[in-house]
């Protein structure tokens, strides 16, 4: 398969939409970027679905039509006319697909304003956004799903969700279950520790599916961060400078660690 107008419009999305997830995809081998660019251009359609409109029945009604668009794509039958679905269809199998419908169920917080219920289903959002991702990837390329992505998954979904949490907060909503500075560097530290948890497990992700682990460049250093000073987070100034994000960028791509 070669870059189309599909795929080609996939890119631009991400480019323009998560412009981190962009370069590292740019850092993966080409063939690998024709799987990472229709799933992390999903992933932007989706993560913004709720917020375009005030009118939540829409919102619903936008987040519906894409877990209706994979599961035409996990049923083997027709599949409807979308640059990302069509691209989306011809790198995912079913397995694949229905484990991206967990990323739009779980777009439906985002919805309204109620808060997390208790940490569990925090931590269930946050691997369903952004775990979800990795392993969906990681079957489209080998057909297995290794636990190291779900841990891998969960700690760069909760870096990107605590530099989330001011304009969260500004938008009205209540992200964290609770905002007390010693409980914000638990959670970072929680999150911390599943980072150290996927490297020890490093030999799970084969070398095929290596640079899909490049989106987790920066988890590292803002978990880091957020525990050291969890004041941070509320402060937004949790990451790294540009010069320094690239440098890491180009060392992961390079020796293929996290």
């Known amino acids: 398969m070669s870059f189309d107008a599909d795929l080609i419009a996939c890119a631009k999305l991400v480019e323009k939409g998560d412009p981190d997830r962009f370069a590292a995809t740019m850092a993966a081998p080409v063939e690998l970027r024709k799987v990472l660019f229709p799933i992390y251009a999903f ?14 029945i829409i919102a619903e009604m936008r987040l519906q039509w894409w877990t209706d668009a994979l599961e035409e794509i996990a049923s083997g039958g027709l599949v409807r006319r979308h640059e990302v679905v069509t691209s989306l269809a011809h790198v995912l199998d079913a397995t694949a697909a229905r484990e991206l419908q967990k990323v739009v169920q779980a777009r439906l917080w985002d919805v309204y304003r109620d808060p997390f ?26 057909g297995t799903m ?14 990107q969700f605590l530099r989330a949490v001011p304009e ?28 150290v948890k996927s490297r ?10 290596r640079p899909i682990t490049l989106a987790a460049w ?11 000073d969890p ?28």
């Open 43 to 56: 992933n932007v359609e989706v993560s913004r679905a709720p917020w375009v409109t005030k009118e939540a």
């Open 117 to 142: 219920e208790d940490q569990a289903a925090f931590s269930k959002y946050i691997e369903d956004t952004a775990a979800s991702l990795l392993l969906a990837a990681s079957q489209a390329v080998r």
């Open 146 to 159: 290794p636990h190291a992505l779900t841990d891998l998954g969960y700690a760069t979904g909760l870096a």
């Open 168 to 195: 969260l907060e500004r938008q009205g909503r209540r992200p964290l279950v609770d905002g007390r500075p010693e409980a914000v560097r638990d959670l970072a530290k929680g999150g911390f520790d599943r980072l």
């Open 200 to 209: 020890q497990a490093r030999s799970e992700v084969v070398t095929e599916t």
């Open 218 to 228: 920066q988890a590292g250093p803002i978990l880091k961060q957020a525990k050291s």
């Open 231 to 258: 004041r941070r987070v509320a402060d937004g100034t949790l990451g790294t400078s540009e010069a320094a994000k690239k440098l890491r960028l180009v060392w992961q791509a390079a020796v293929g660690r996290w």
